[in-house]
């Protein structure tokens, strides 16, 4: 079986960088199909020269790679403070069955293990 050969004469795809408000209305359309749930697993932080950043989403076309800009909000403002008593109560919190049976020693679990596959002699 012969393999699928590419066509010498297919001319390289063009990398274009666009924001997502300045896409046209067919690759917006065709962005909104690859995405219909959102792109917020799909982001990808880029560099720029000044030490800046962008985030993008990959979309492909048959004669274009886009990196399509989309603004992304981090919340630089989070505060451990805020989520003390989140669940309602102290930070040390109790459950049922948890600690109530003695722990074994690890050096007796390693003797009674040797001991119940030792091989007679």
């Known amino acids: 079986m012969a ?59 048959p004669t274009d790679h886009y990196l399509v800009k989309v603004d992304v909000k981090i919340d630089l403002t989070y505060d451990v403070d805020d989520d003390k008593g989140f669940f309602g109560g102290d930070d040390d919190v109790e459950v049922d069955g948890v600690n109530e049976t003695p722990s074994t020693d690890v050096d007796d679990l390693a003797d009674s293990l040797a001991d119940e596959f030792t091989d007679p002699a």
């Open 3 to 61: 393999a699928k050969k590419k066509a010498d004469n297919a001319a390289p795809k063009v990398g274009r960088i666009v924001s997502y408000d300045k896409l046209d209305n067919a690759i917006k359309k065709l962005f909104d199909e690859k995405y219909p749930d959102g792109y917020e697993d799909f982001a990808i932080r880029y560099p720029k020269p000044n030490g800046d950043f962008f985030y993008a989403i990959p979309l492909d076309t």
